[in-house]
């Protein structure tokens, strides 16, 4: 057990656990933020994706103790209603169906169109690429990708 | 107008006092974290007046509406209410729609599958607005002594126009709770509907991008633990030892133990598991805890021998028997080809097939095969649990509450009073969570540990649970006169271990002689539900063959299947063939149409489909064009034909799902199994598909008609296996025979 002394959302919280606990458990059952999740464990899926210094990041490999000092972001820390751009795009395209993976899709776009604030058709397909929908509202995400980079 | 006899909706109107005005019975504070939607502009009301199971008005006009279906993702807790609101006569934005709780007291079939949610909730839903509407009307005529016929509604207000006077719903909704409910009910028609054929947004949209605690994996209970599961690594194995001495010591753990799900004499239900019911189970206070301690379990297994269970399923009771061995993909290869030869289990026949064979000048013979496939819901398998002596609160993933609910009451031995679930929005369905096993699983460990407990499915425990959908092959026979017409058809189609035929279907009726056998093949690797089941095989097998039929008799596909449609229609042959040939046919003459099917495009590689099932009617062109010797799916069209839609954008994005689906599964999806054991374990194995491997766009036409909802979660899915295939012939002049498709693809293409 180690004493950690995270930025989370802009809160500093601290946590004392194994020092290999994935930043997703760390957030889903020690903070309490669930928003993220746990799709596959391996980082194939990408549900778990949070931004570390705002860089997107599938958080169930990562150790806890691998975070230092980056600020880690999570879907519940985009924005307060969620009037985040990405967000509403994604309620004006109403992507979802069963909803388990938007999370993780919506933070992938979000860092996405920070470094690409204009993608191109085939520049948002590729970004979204590792963040799996199993309902296939991939056309969906495209869209909203699309419309938040115009706005 | 017509009216409706409140007597089909008894049970809503049941007043249960001691949950008026919206009490749960259950701890759960199901509000806690979430912020009000857009579309609750009114503030929440003093009180709330019960009008009947689904419907409460508060006193100042807001309105609660109860999804009675289980969600996942098939937007039903936007659709549901959506009929109810156009009954009742209200103002969508002034809506707030909570999830039921599984009551089957006052709500009838809550069952999400079968694409029948809205099919059979649509007449329900319609009298239960309709109804309280009447009962508001009626407030509203004793209140200002003037006759019923004279009042009027519109979008939550009551008028009585001969002397000018108003109110508004949420003022004379107390009055309205008190009176008696009318025996019979006008409802409106189809053209007066304003909500219903109007798009609304997901009511839970705001909730899903922010992230709010919806799903019962992000449930969490003071005192709860967390509970994992470890089950034989291969169908036909079960425990035969348990060291758990490592395990227990490992930090954060509470209990090791093993726990039987079902009693070895228990009678089976449709939707009860036939996989593994003796697990090991691990319990501690986190997940990464408990996740890593299942791994220092020392686990002896050991062989099954043959046995029995008894199934009382769709089908009636029967005794089924699970073999022992430790089963192969090979072998199911091997033994499906050894059956495809033998004659099968008649189960239609037309004419004189055989004679019909025998006379012919030319036989056309191609066989069809799909692998098993894993449903792999985003949200791994899970359930919460909170079992005392006294009560039981189950909240977890479920489409079908009310088989597990007697599973439930057999198994922990409790009255079903006693045992509430609570509806959970589920990450995923497809079918696999009909079967409730995570919830007597957890039940079971919650009981035994006397403390709440959150069962966790690690992916792996996920894919490899079982449950799967079945293997399957089938051998289409064509029998041609010497002019090159169509004498004879004949199906015989198999598979591991159930049979995926729909003997009535098209082609059946179109054609004088006709022939369809079936045959099943016995094997311990458990098999469920998944989405369209059956159809998501037969329709990919069958418009492949058409496709192929059409090229040899030299006639386009769709005018090819029009012709045998025509027939259909005209001179049926047989009796019960199962679809009306003009709904058919609608559905092919719209996507050809839209389309511009008789416009072809260079380099377009087109693929035509269509399909009959769960009530409902698609045909489907798939275009596809080769970049970088890959096939690249430029555009589906789709034409449907479901009746009424109820929320056309949210019935848009279901269909676009069901066609990514089934491009997915047909080009990836496959599970093997080497010696009883899965070989697919996790999405790095498992290929699903991705967002640069879907259709860059897709078109779907709904037909506009007044026909009561049909089925839609399903019907876009089967057909599209076949409109790929056949776009891969055109791409490739190569035909597609076995699934996974993408095994046929390895070579490349030329550009």
């Known amino acids: ?151 | 107008m017509t009216t409706v006899k409140t007597t089909i909706n008894r049970r809503s109107f049941i007043k249960v006092t001691s949950l008026a005005g919206g009490g749960m019975m259950l701890s759960f504070n199901w509000l806690a974290g979430c912020k009000p939607t857009s579309q609750e502009i009114l503030a929440l009301p003093k009180e709330w007046f019960e009008l009947n199971s689904y419907i409460k008005i508060g006193e100042n006009g807001a309105v609660t509406l109860m999804s009675p279906n289980p969600e996942f993702g098939s937007n039903v807790k936007t659709s549901m209410p959506m009929i109810l609101a156009e009954e009742l006569d209200i103002d969508w934005k002034n809506v707030r729609v909570e999830q039921a709780d599984f009551f089957p007291e006052r709500f009838e079939r809550q069952f999400t599958g079968g694409s029948q949610a809205i099919r059979q909730g649509w007449k329900i839903l319609r009298t239960a607005g309709a109804t309280a509407r009447q009962m508001m009307i009626r407030a509203a005529a004793q209140t200002w002594n003037v006759p019923v016929e004279e009042i009027t509604t519109e979008a939550g207000t009551l008028q009585h126009l001969p002397s000018g006077k108003k109110a508004g719903y949420g003022e004379l909704a107390s009055l309205a709770a008190t009176l008696p409910v009318p025996e019979e009910v006008p409802l409106k028609k189809v053209k007066d509907f304003k909500i219903i054929g109007t798009s609304r947004k997901n009511v839970d949209g705001l909730k899903i991008v922010t992230g709010k605690p919806m799903f019962s994996l992000d449930h969490t209970q003071d005192g709860m633990l967390v509970a994992m599961i470890a089950h034989p690594p291969a169908f036909g194995m079960k425990v035969k030892s348990v060291d758990d001495t490592a395990a227990r010591a490992m930090p954060g753990i509470k209990d090791v133990f093993t726990i039987k799900t079902l009693a070895d004499e228990y009678e089976r239900n449709g939707f009860d598991t036939t996989s593994f019911t003796e697990l090991v189970v691990v319990a501690g206070n986190t997940t990464w805890e408990v996740m890593n301690a299942k791994k220092a379990l020392v686990i002896e297994w050991e062989k099954i021998s043959d046995s029995h269970i008894v199934v009382n399923g769709w089908g009636g009771k029967q005794t089924v028997r699970i073999p022992a061995g430790l089963e192969s993909t090979a072998g199911h290869k091997a033994q499906m080809a050894e059956m495809a030869k033998k004659p099968g289990k008649v189960l239609r026949k037309d004419g004189d097939p055989e004679a019909a064979f025998k006379r012919a000048a030319k036989v056309i013979e191609r066989t069809y095969s799909a692998p098993y496939l894993a449903h792999n819901t985003m949200e791994p398998v899970n359930c919460f649990a909170r079992v005392t002596d006294e009560h039981a609160e189950i909240y977890g993933p479920i489409q079908a509450p009310e088989s597990i609910m007697q599973t439930l009451v057999a198994r922990l031995g409790m009255p079903k009073e006693k045992i509430h679930i609570k509806l959970a929005r589920m990450g995923g369905g497809f079918g696999q969570r009909a079967y409730g096993h995570h919830m007597v699983e957890a039940a079971v460990i919650s009981q035994k540990l006397k403390a709440p407990v959150k069962l966790v499915y690690t992916r792996e425990d996920d894919m490899t649970y079982g449950i799967y959908r079945p293997t399957y092959t089938a051998t289409y026979r064509a029998a041609l006169d010497e002019k090159n017409q169509l004498l004879a058809f004949h199906v015989k189609a198999g598979g591991i271990p159930e049979t995926p035929i729909h003997p009535n279907r098209f082609p059946a009726g179109a054609i004088d002689h006709y022939l369809a056998e079936s045959w099943s093949i016995e094997s311990n690797i458990t098999i469920g539900a998944f989405r369209a089941p059956r159809s998501n095989f037969m329709a990919g097998a069958e418009q492949s063959f058409l496709d192929e039929l059409a090229e040899e008799l030299g006639k386009d596909p769709i005018e090819f299947r029009l012709e045998l449609l025509d027939r259909a229609k005209t001179n049926p042959v047989g009796e019960n063939n199962d679809y009306d040939p003009d709904r058919y046919a609608g559905v092919l003459k719209l996507v050809r149409e839209k389309s511009k099917w008789q416009e072809p495009q260079p380099n377009i590689h087109r693929g035509v489909s269509a399909y009959f099932c769960h009530n409902s009617y698609v045909a489907e062109v798939l275009d596809l064009v080769i970049q970088n010797k890959n096939p690249v799916i430029q555009k589906v069209y789709a034409a449907v034909d479901c009746g009424i839609v109820v929320n056309p954008d949210a019935a848009a994005n279901m269909g676009e799902g069901g066609i990514v689906d089934g491009i997915g599964n047909a080009l990836y999806g496959e599970m093997t199994f080497q010696d009883g054991v899965p070989q697919k374990t996790n999405f790095d194995t498992y290929r699903m598909i991705r967002q640069v491997e879907a259709p860059k766009s897709i078109e779907i036409h709904f037909v506009e008609n007044e026909t009561d909802p049909t089925g839609l979660g399903e019907p876009l899915f089967p057909p599209v296996f076949a409109a790929l295939s056949n776009a891969l012939y055109k791409a490739t002049q190569k035909r597609f025979y076995e699934q996974p498709f993408i095994s046929g693809l390895d070579q490349g293409f030329a550009d």
């Not at chain 1, 959302?9 to 458990?25: E, F, I, M, R, S």
């Not at chain 1, 194939?44 to 691998?66: F, M, N, Y």
Request: hydrophobic letters at 40%; one cysteine or more.
């Open chain 1, 1 to 151: 057990m180690a004493i950690f002394n995270l930025n989370v959302n802009g809160k500093k919280t601290q946590v004392d656990l194994d020092p290999a606990t994935p930043v997703l458990w760390v957030l889903r059952d020690h903070l309490n933020l669930v928003g993220t999740k746990y799709g596959c464990g391996i980082a194939q899926c990408g549900a778990c994706t949070i931004h570390l210094d705002g860089v997107a990041t599938r958080s169930c490999l990562l150790p806890v103790a691998a975070v230092g000092n980056k600020a880690i972001t999570t879907i519940e820390g985009l924005s307060e209603n969620g009037d985040h751009p990405v967000q509403k795009a994604w309620l004006e395209h109403d992507v979802p169906q069963c909803g388990y993976c938007q999370a993780g899709q919506i933070m992938t776009a979000v860092a996405f169109l920070k470094n690409n604030p204009h993608p191109s058709d085939e520049e948002i397909e590729t970004a979204m690429n590792g963040n799996l929908c199993r309902c296939g509202t991939y056309l969906r995400i495209r869209a909203a990708v699309k419309t938040a980079s115009k706005s």
